[in-house]
């Protein structure tokens, strides 16, 4: 039952492939519907984005220095996307983007990259 419409939504993300094996087994309960396909996008998404947030938050203790301030607001937008699902509303790009961005210009290091393969 997986239409245009679920690839199509898909190929607007960061990572097509990942949207698409995750959203499309709801193709069934998705069919044309925006709404339906942000609700399971949502639902799909929480646990995940929980055990990220968990997992880059335990990282806290190993940062010290400039990678203190990028974890900080790192775990900080995390933190905002996770209540922000909680309450159905996501910018599914914001921690991704924040994260990443907030280590660009740091060394590289087991901080660092324990935090990109995380959130990417």
């Known amino acids: 039952m997986v239409t245009d419409f679920i690839p199509s939504a898909c190929n607007t ?10 959203i499309s087994p709801y193709a069934h309960v998705i069919k044309q519907s925006p709404a339906a396909l942000a609700l399971i996008g949502i639902t799909v998404a ?36 996770l209540d922000d699902v909680g309450g159905g509303l996501y910018w599914m790009h914001s921690p991704k983007t924040e994260c990443t961005d907030g280590f660009e210009d740091e060394p590289e290091g087991s901080v660092k990259k324990e935090v990109v393969d995380r959130v990417t």
């Open 13 to 22: 993300t960061d990572n097509s492939d990942l949207c698409y094996s995750s």
């Open 46 to 81: 929480h646990p995940v984005l929980r055990r990220v947030a968990s997992d880059v938050s335990a990282l806290s203790p190993k940062a010290n220095g400039s990678y203190a301030g990028a974890l900080s607001v790192c775990v900080e937008t995390l933190g905002t996307a």
